[in-house]
């Protein structure tokens, strides 16, 4: 799946990739990490270039999968960049459970809303969901602005840091 997409003047386009695309990835995520460190367990201090490798490796695998992660990335070919990525975790009956992260280079410019938006609106008959801690009202803006209404509360969830806990917001597409 590949999407091609239109933010202002920049031309982007949302699809899976190859490990070719590990010196971007690698750069994003290590830009990132400060801001992702507070909501994603994954986000580490430093990745290497052989782990965004691995990492981009286990998506292919992944996105080929009956019920891995299809997990499709906002690239911008110019600048050799990516943007951000969304992936999309199968459930039963037709239903997706969403995530995504941005790389803070490029947050709070509409790319993710425009590539959340593109990508629902390509596979019509789903039914999409996506969980957000309530302190990333961020995340929270961006979900209500792409469609999403907030369905339930799930109170004192476990956090990322030892002994904190923090409220989690279930979404569903309207």
């Known amino acids: 799946m590949e999407l091609a997409l239109t933010v202002g003047t920049h031309t982007l386009r949302l699809s899976a990739l190859d490990p070719e ?4 990835l690698q750069h994003a995520l290590n830009a990132s990490f400060t801001v992702h460190s507070k909501f994603l367990p994954w986000a580490k201090p430093y990745t290497t270039e052989d782990e965004a490798r691995s990492f981009l490796a286990r998506a292919v695998d992944e996105f080929k999968s009956e019920t891995g992660e299809r997990r499709l990335f906002i690239v911008d070919d110019t600048a050799h960049a990516i943007i951000g990525c969304i992936g999309l975790k199968p459930r039963h009956r037709n239903r997706y459970v969403v995530g995504y992260w941005v790389n803070t280079e ?7 809303r425009t590539a959340l938006e593109a990508l629902i609106k390509s596979m019509p008959g789903f039914t999409f969901y996506l969980t957000i801690a309530s302190a990333n ?11 999403f209404g907030l369905i339930r509360r799930c ?13 989690t917001y279930l979404y569903r597409l309207k």
């Open 21 to 24: 695309w590990c010196k971007a």
């Open 106 to 112: 490029y947050s709070g410019k509409g790319y993710m």
């Open 137 to 147: 009202v961020a995340s929270q803006r961006l979900a209500e602005a792409a469609g």
């Open 155 to 167: 109170y004192q969830r476990p956090c990322l840091q030892p002994h904190e806990a923090q409220d």
